[in-house]
């Protein structure tokens, strides 16, 4: 039975995450493979309704739990609906955040239990877990900068208008994350030119899956 691969892009506000997948599915379709590009909250039809619920703020009055809770809800629709079948189809799954995501917005700055927003996680992935997650580092003045021009004249989403200090301890999480499971995650200076960042990008993927297609037997990281 085929099975794809699992690329998750983590990373606070105006990293490039979007750029980035743009840049890694053009480079891996002209390698001939079949790449779904996604992205959370939403990438369903019935998570991009939540989305829409959680980014206009009209959950924030119900408190963090609650919206962790809605947050669970669009993912697991989404790993039902679209990354599980594209994964049996052997497809290469990109995907703009997912549980890190929830792990340092939910967790760390909503101040969440760490036992509560692991057991949502397990009921939530049911065992659909990245191979691979790129976390696009950047100091979170440079990234709220980048995501203020790319917005114009928008005004800023639930959580970007959130303040720089709780941007800076996100962005202290994400690096947590990746220093405690090495071997699924990596961290790429995102303050480079955007083909720069692309050329990482590719090579980490392409040591990845090959070693992946080696049949490397090591465990994963505990989680
Ligand atoms: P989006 O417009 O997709 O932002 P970005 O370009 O920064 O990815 O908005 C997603 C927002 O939702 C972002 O501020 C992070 C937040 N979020 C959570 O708080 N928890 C989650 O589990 C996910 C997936 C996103």
Do not use: W
Not at 63 to 84: N, W
Not at 188 to 216: F, H, K, P
């Amino acid at each position: 039975m085929p099975r794809g691969f699992f690329i998750t892009f983590e990373g606070g506000e105006g990293a490039g995450k979007s750029t980035q997948i743009r840049l890694l599915a053009e480079h891996l379709r002209a390698e001939g493979r079949e790449v779904v590009t996604t992205r959370e909250p939403g990438g369903s039809p019935g998570a991009e309704a939540i989305r829409h619920v959680l980014l206009s703020g009209a959950a924030e009055p119900f408190g963090p739990t609650l919206e962790a809770l809605l947050f669970a809800a669009a993912r697991s629709d989404h790993v039902e609906q679209v990354i599980r079948p594209a994964m049996d189809r052997g497809a290469i799954v990109l995907c703009d955040r997912f549980v890190d995501s929830s792990r340092v917005y939910q967790g760390v700055t909503g101040g969440l239990e760490p036992d509560f927003m692991a057991a949502l996680e397990r009921v939530t992935v049911n065992g659909v877990m990245p191979d691979l997650t790129i976390m696009l580092d950047i100091d979170p003045e440079e990234g709220l900068r980048r995501a203020a021009e790319r917005r114009g004249e928008e005004t800023a989403d639930r959580f970007e208008k959130e303040t720089l200090d709780i941007h800076r301890r996100r962005r202290e999480a994400f690096l947590e994350i990746a220093a405690s499971e090495p071997r699924r995650c990596i961290v790429i200076d995102a303050s480079s030119a955007a083909e720069e960042v692309a050329g990482q990008i590719a090579e980490a993927v392409s040591q990845v899956t090959s070693r992946a297609m080696a049949g490397d037997s090591e465990e994963a990281d505990n989680v």
